[in-house]
């Protein structure tokens, strides 16, 4: 480090332009980077997927997407059997395909099959396979052009409601509506800047807020060049915004608070800059890589857009960690003096109430392992109940046309799965004997062979069967097991596609990779932290503890959302009855490498003081109390820029930003506040152990144990 601050304080101006220059063209792009990311959900080599890619290449709508789904209950005396209302059904829905050119329908008007009417003749439902979405604004406006065609129409003098998964969705959302991006990332900087101020009491706060202007532009400008060479899928914008925002803002903090502690020790503002960079910087880079390393292991899951986060998402710790170890100090050694103006706060005193706390955990080591064990383990158990699948249709709005609609088909006797129909494609065979056959299937509401011509195409033909769980539940994915089995029973080439069969695929296929990418992360993880901690014991710590801190955030997940005791009282969102397949693998993905910053930023530092002082119990009050407001002020910036994603529109990604936050918050606190200086006084002298051997091959000096004080671990 000692080098690169050297080089960049010797070319302060070739540094400044290349970054501004790098800033402005981020910025002038961003967009560009924004329309060029991919909607693409793929599986390869997954039955779901290869026969959504044959029913979508063929009949130009349905496979991954959820049918919208008409409903009417007809007024009391009438039935579906009732004169002309057939004849009325049919004449409604064929409004969708003049709307709707492409599109794919079926109702009680075209195919009378009893699956698709109530027990009692009254509801009844109809099925619009929209034409596939070319970029994000399709789906509404397939949605609005069907609601007009059908809002128009009455059924026996009774309305149409609109509902389905996908209508629910939007539904949720305001139709797509949100703070958006932009105003996301605003609303998270100002709550960072708050945090600033009470830290910095100068104009410093800017300081940081300044580096996450340059850093994120920047990461998009990347993932632009990044899109010319593979899909990128588009959560990655929300990732670069807000996770970015927390990082730069992060990093600098780190920087900047030791700079001032140097400063007001003496050192002349250069040599404080340097040291600033020989200490907090290797922190940051070490925080940096560990990041990069979780993101990047997505890459050994066996699904493209999943691989496409960790591409994408890698660069947000590397550039940030360019950011901090180059513009940063150019600026400190610039501007830095007259910014930190007025200095209500000196920067070289610890925190009072942090020194404190520490000897207070150092002194009740015990009862402070004992208390975050206890606290980890009732959340970890509550991850163990974890359903993965996707939200329960009724959790996705609470109100309007699409509610409505879902709540009458329940009322009526339609089970939840009868929304999200899985689609059989046939081929060389006879659709009708297909569909009873499958219709027999047990926790199978039925089946249905469509004979219009948009449901065949020569020898190749569609049965939709209505399961009655929804396919992401266990029970679901039961259902599509024994689909698929009586798919096999006949001698017609028979495949099972739909949105509900796929997710089954994915949660088979991703999450029988996931331990081997925990190992993966594990290892790579350990290494770097030996060689930062040059200590045996206490990178096997950091990872075990972070795994287990990963745990307890989906606890938090499963109490606040998959029971729901959190979602009603903030969002009015009822449970969502499990957590949707993708997020889990994304929360630990980030929550590993962001929770081990802390960690570095705790232990770099009392490995210095214990270098110093030759004491550990010395060192980790000395530590904590250097480090403990540091540490608490940079997780509460993440958690509000963690607020600010679960502000987005969509329940998935508010339930994503719910599972940052509240990992960020107990890593922060019982982790790394409780726990680890616990531990650290428990292990006293053996945490600071390093043999030759691991030593010699990691290139780092080895570290004998020093004997301490009786009276210093008593």
Not at 159 to 165: E, L, S
Not at 286 to 304: D, K, Q, R
Not at 480 to 497: E, K, L, N, T, Y
Request: aromatic fraction near 8%; include cysteine.
């Amino acid at each position: 480090m000692s080098t690169l601050s050297r080089w960049v304080l010797s070319h302060k101006l070739v540094v400044a332009i290349a970054w501004v220059i790098t800033m402005l063209a981020g910025f002038a792009l961003s967009q560009t980077a924004t329309n060029a990311l991919s909607q693409q959900f793929q599986l390869p080599g997954r039955e779901a997927y290869v026969t959504n890619l044959a029913i979508e290449r063929t009949f130009g709508n349905g496979g991954e997407t959820n049918p919208i789904v008409g409903v009417v209950t007809l007024p009391n005396g009438t039935t579906v059997n009732s004169p002309g209302i057939r004849g009325e059904l049919r004449q409604a829905f064929a409004r969708v395909t003049v709307s709707l050119p492409g599109s794919r329908v079926v109702s009680y008007g075209t195919t009378p099959n009893r699956v698709l009417v109530s027990a009692d003749g009254r509801t009844t439902m109809g099925l619009v396979y929209i034409p596939l979405a070319k970029s994000f604004s399709d789906l509404p406006k397939s949605l609005d052009t069907v609601k007009a065609a059908l809002g128009g129409s009455r059924i026996g003098g009774a309305r149409i409601h609109v509902t389905g998964q996908d209508v629910l969705a939007l539904g949720s959302t305001g139709s797509g509506t949100g703070p958006g991006l932009l105003a996301e990332t605003i609303l998270g900087g100002m709550g960072a800047l708050l945090i600033l101020i009470f830290v910095f009491r100068s104009f410093m706060a800017l300081m940081p807020l300044m580096m996450a202007v340059v850093a994120i532009p920047t990461t998009f400008l990347l993932v632009l060049g990044l899109t010319k060479i593979t899909d990128v899928n588009f959560i990655v914008q929300f990732l670069v915004a807000l996770i970015g925002l927390g990082l730069a803002i992060d990093y600098s903090l780190l920087i900047v608070v030791r700079w001032r502690e140097e400063r007001a020790r003496g050192l002349d503002n250069e040599a404080a800059v340097h040291k600033a960079m020989e200490t907090a910087g290797r922190a940051v880079l070490f925080s940096g890589t560990t990041v990069a390393v979780g993101l990047l292991a997505l890459i050994v899951l066996p699904v493209p857009f999943l691989r496409s986060l960790g591409y994408g998402g890698m660069l947000i710790p590397l550039v940030t960690v360019a950011v901090a170890l180059t513009l940063l100090p150019v600026l400190l050694a610039t501007i830095g003096p007259r910014m930190d103006w007025p200095r209500v706060r000196k920067g070289g005193q610890e925190s009072h109430f942090w020194h404190v706390w520490a000897g207070g955990i150092v002194r009740y080591r015990w009862i402070a392992a004992v208390a975050g064990v206890v606290i980890l383990g009732i959340l970890v158990a509550e991850a163990s109940t974890i359903a993965l699948g996707q939200s329960k249709a009724d959790s996705l709005a609470k109100s309007g046309d699409a509610y409505i609609g879902l709540k009458a088909l329940e009322k009526n006797g339609f089970q939840v799965g009868v929304i999200s129909p899985f689609e059989v494609l046939v081929q060389n065979g006879n659709p009708a004997a297909v569909a009873r056959r499958l219709a027999q299937v047990a926790n199978v509401r039925g089946a249905i062979a469509p004979t219009a011509s948009s449901w065949r195409r020569g020898s190749t033909a569609l049965v939709d069967v209505f399961p009655n769980a929804d396919a992401s539940s266990a029970a679901g994915r039961d259902t599509v097991s024994r689909i698929r089995a009586a798919a096999q029973g006949g001698a017609a080439q028979v495949r099972v596609g739909g949105p509900g069969p796929l997710v089954a695929d994915f949660i088979s296929a991703v999450y029988g990779s996931f331990p081997l990418m925990i190992c993966l992360i594990a290892i790579i993880t350990f290494l770097l932290l030996v060689r930062a901690f040059r200590s045996l014991l206490l990178p096997l710590k950091a990872v075990i503890l972070n795994v287990l801190s990963v745990a307890a955030a989906w606890g938090v997940l499963v109490v606040m959302w998959q029971y729901g005791f959190g979602s009603q009282a903030i969002w009015g969102i009822q449970s969502t009855g499990a957590i949707t397949f993708w997020i889990p693998l994304m929360v630990f993905a980030f929550l590993f490498g962001l929770s081990m910053d802390y960690e570095v930023f705790i232990l770099s530092r009392v490995r210095e003081e214990y270098d110093q002082s030759g004491s550990t119990n010395s060192a980790v009050v000395t530590g904590i109390g250097r480090t403990g407001r540091l540490v608490t002020s940079a997780a509460l910036i993440l958690f509000c820029a963690f607020v600010a994603l679960a502000s987005s529109p969509g329940t998935d990604i508010k339930v994503m930003g719910t599972g940052l936050g509240a990992g960020i918050l107990l890593d922060a606190t019982v982790v790394r506040m409780l726990l680890v200086p616990a531990l650290v006084s428990l292990f006293g002298r053996w945490n600071w152990w390093l043999p030759a051997l691991p030593a010699r091959v990691l290139r780092v000096q080895p570290s004998v144990p020093r004997t301490e004080l009786a009276t210093e671990t008593s």
